[in-house]
């Protein structure tokens, strides 16, 4: 079994912020992209405020559903000699 699959390793302060410095651009790119739809909604699709914020909110809830879903079976699927998560 390959050492670095152990999950009892803690990552050290410096690992924690490489990995927080790399997820900056995609909360950016979200942000951004929720921020245009929200105008695109209004002002081009012509639905009320309450039906915009349905739509922002549902697309998050259903990424807050499906994500520890994904996860599960990522962590249960068999390492390839690609990778665990390339099949994905």
Wanted: glycine share 8%.
């Amino acid at each position: 079994e390959d050492p670095s699959t152990h999950l009892d390793q803690k990552l050290s302060v410096c690992s924690k912020l490489c990995f927080a410095i790399g997820g900056a651009p995609n909360q950016v790119a979200g942000s951004a992209t929720a921020f245009f739809l929200q105008i695109y909604l209004l002002d081009i699709a012509q639905i009320n405020p309450f039906q915009a914020s349905m739509v922002l909110f549902v697309g998050k809830a259903w990424g807050a559903v499906t994500d520890p879903i994904v996860g599960f079976f990522i962590t249960k699927s068999k390492w390839t000699k690609i990778g665990r998560l390339m099949p994905w």
